[in-house]
C-alpha cells in the first residue's frame, strides 16, 4: 500500500484518483471560519426594512438582530387562529405564524438593546393584557362571597412571559389560547432551567412540554397536587440571546431531542458606534402594525397561490437535496429537516406585515411572497445556521478527530490511508477500531478530502482510501505549520527525556 509512514519516504506512483473527480474541485476547509451573510436590503416586509435600517445605524448593532427580533415580535403578535394550509391537497398540514430565534454572540453585540428595542410593541400589547386581567380580577374579588363561589376565577392572557418556568408558564396557558412570545436576554438560563433536574423525568417532562409549544395544539396537565387540566393551545414564539461558549456547552451536554435544531441561529457580528440620528417617520409603522396583527382573524386557512406552491414545491426539493449533510452534521441536518414548515410559518409573517394598517387579511400568499421568502432562507437564514453549526459549534459532530486526522494527512503529505494508519499514529484515534474510523473517513470523502475505491483483495471489505492531491495545494501553510508543530513536540520530547543529541 502507498503510505508515506513519516519518515519521508513519500510514494512516486500518484494514486488513481477517479477521472470523475475534477482537478479543480475543492475540498472542504476543516479550520475555516464561516462568517455569517450580512443581511441584505429589501429581502423583509418593507415596514420592517424601514424599521431595521435606521434603528440599527442609530444603535451601532447588526441589522440582522433587529430584523430576526422583529420577526419574532409579528410571530407572536399574530393569533393562532391565523393558520396557512401549506399543501393544496392536504387540509391535515397547518401552519402558524411562531418561530424560535437564537441571537449568539458576546456582549458587545448588544443583544439586550435589540431586544428591547423590536420587542417594545409585544412588551406594550402584553401589559394592556396584564391590566385587562388585574380589571377582572378586582371585580371578581369584590363579588359577594357566595356568588363568587358560583363564578370562575378570571384566568390570565398574556403574550410575553421573560425567564419563566415551566410551572409558571402552565398557569398563565391556561387562559391564553394565541401563543406567547418567551423571550430572555440570556437563553443560557432558559436552557439551564430545562436541565435543573439532570437526567431525571422532570427535566425530560419540561423538554417534551417545549417541544409541544413548537407545534402548538392542546396540552393536558396531570401533577399530583395540582390536579388535572387542559392547556387550550400550548404555542410559543422564542428569542433571546445567548454567548458562543455557552450554546457550545448546551449542544454538548444536553439531549439531543432537537430542541436546539428549531431555533434559527443567528450569528451576530461586532457592533460598532450608533450615530445620533433621528429615526424616520416610516420607522415608527412597525410598532403600530405589531399591533394590528395582533387583532387580525383569518376564518379559514390562508392558501398559496398556484405560483406560490411552486415555489415551495423548489424550497423543498432544495431542503431534500441538503439532508446529504446529514453524514457531515446531524445538527443542521436536522435543523435543514425543519425548514419546510418554517417557510410556511415565515410566509405567513410575510403576508400579514405587507399590509400593516389592515385587520383583514388577503386568503391567498402570492408567489411574490413566497419568493422573497425563500430568498431570505437561501440567502440570509442557511448561510447563518451553517456558520453557527461549522463555526460555533464545529463543522462535524466528530470534528476534533476530522482536524487530527486531516493535518496528519498534512504533514506527512499521505497519498492514501486507511484505519491502521491513523489508529497507529495519530494520538486521538488510537483507541478507535474500524466501526469508529469508518465514519471518519466518509465525512472526509464527503468534504472532499478522500476519495473511496473497493479493494476486493482485502478481507474486511474496507475501501481503499486516496487522499485528493488538491489539499496540498490549497492547505500548504497549513501543512507546513502542522510538520513544524509536529517536529517541535518530537524536539521537545527528546529534550526533555534527556535523549536529544
Not at 435606521?54 to 393558520?83: K, S, Y
Not at 387580525?296 to 423543498?316: D, G, Y
Request: hydrophobic residues 45%.
Amino acid at each position: 500500500m502507498n503510505v508515506n509512514n513519516g519518515n519521508g519516504a513519500v510514494p512516486q506512483v500518484p494514486p488513481p484518483w477517479p477521472v470523475k473527480r475534477a482537478e479543480d474541485e475543492r475540498p472542504v476547509d476543516l479550520w475555516g471560519q464561516f462568517e455569517p451573510t450580512p443581511l441584505q436590503r429589501g429581502l423583509l416586509p418593507k415596514v420592517l426594512d424601514d424599521y431595521v435600517w435606521p434603528t440599527a445605524d442609530r444603535m451601532g448593532a447588526d441589522p440582522a438582530g433587529l430584523a430576526m427580533a422583529g420577526l419574532v415580535a409579528f410571530a407572536a403578535a399574530i393569533p393562532d387562529a391565523v393558520r396557512l394550509q401549506v399543501k393544496e391537497h392536504d387540509p391535515a398540514w397547518l401552519e402558524c405564524a411562531r418561530i424560535w430565534v437564537a441571537l449568539v454572540g458576546p456582549p458587545s453585540t448588544k443583544k439586550s438593546p435589540i431586544l428591547s428595542s423590536a420587542l417594545r410593541p409585544i412588551n406594550a400589547i402584553d401589559q394592556q393584557l396584564f391590566e385587562g386581567w388585574q380589571a377582572r380580577y378586582s371585580a371578581w374579588k369584590a363579588l359577594p362571597a357566595d356568588e363568587r363561589k358560583l363564578t370562575p376565577e378570571p384566568l390570565q392572557e398574556r403574550l410575553r412571559l421573560s425567564d419563566t418556568t415551566v410551572e409558571a408558564a402552565q398557569e398563565i396557558y391556561r387562559g391564553t389560547a394565541n401563543g406567547l412570545a418567551i423571550t430572555s436576554d440570556e437563553l443560557s438560563g432558559w436552557f439551564g432551567a430545562l436541565d435543573k433536574y439532570g437526567g431525571s423525568k422532570g427535566a425530560s417532562a419540561d423538554r417534551a412540554f417545549w417541544l409541544q409549544s413548537f407545534n402548538g395544539g392542546p396540552y393536558a396537565i396531570n401533577r399530583v397536587g395540582r390536579g388535572s387540566f387542559l392547556l387550550p393551545n400550548l404555542s410559543a414564539s422564542i428569542i433571546g440571546g445567548i454567548q458562543p461558549d455557552a450554546i457550545r456547552r448546551i449542544a454538548g451536554d444536553s439531549v439531543d431531542d432537537g430542541l436546539l435544531q428549531r431555533f434559527f441561529p443567528v450569528v451576530l457580528r461586532t457592533a460598532g458606534l450608533g450615530e445620533d440620528i433621528p429615526i424616520p417617520a416610516e420607522a415608527g409603522v412597525y410598532e403600530w402594525a405589531v399591533r394590528l396583527a395582533h387583532q387580525i382573524a383569518a376564518p379559514v386557512p390562508l392558501r398559496f397561490s398556484p405560483e406560490a406552491q411552486v415555489i415551495f414545491r423548489e424550497v423543498q426539493a432544495r431542503h431534500h437535496r441538503f439532508g446529504s449533510f446529514e453524514m457531515i452534521n446531524k445538527k443542521l441536518a436536522a435543523h435543514i429537516g425543519k425548514l419546510d414548515g418554517l417557510f410556511a410559518r415565515l410566509c405567513i409573517v410575510w403576508h400579514v406585515a405587507e399590509k400593516p394598517c389592515t385587520l383583514s387579511v388577503d386568503p391567498i400568499i402570492s408567489a411574490d411572497t413566497a419568493e422573497r421568502v425563500a430568498r431570505f432562507i437561501a440567502t440570509f437564514l442557511l448561510p447563518h445556521a451553517f456558520a453557527f453549526y461549522s463555526g460555533v459549534l464545529g463543522m462535524s459532530d466528530d470534528q476534533e478527530h476530522l482536524e487530527a486526522v486531516a493535518g496528519y494527512i498534512l504533514a506527512h503529505k499521505l497519498q492514501e490511508i486507511d484505519h491502521r494508519t491513523i489508529q497507529r499514529s495519530v494520538r486521538s484515534c488510537r483507541k478507535m477500531d474500524r466501526f469508529n474510523t469508518r465514519p471518519l473517513f466518509e465525512t472526509l470523502a464527503a468534504m472532499n478530502w478522500l476519495y473511496a475505491v473497493d479493494d476486493p483483495d482485502k478481507r474486511n471489505g474496507e475501501p481503499r482510501w486516496f487522499v485528493n492531491p488538491n489539499v496540498y495545494a490549497l492547505f500548504a501553510e497549513r501543512a507546513e505549520r502542522e510538520e513544524a508543530r509536529r517536529l517541535q513536540a518530537r524536539a521537545t520530547i527528546l529534550e526533555i527525556s534527556g535523549q536529544a543529541g
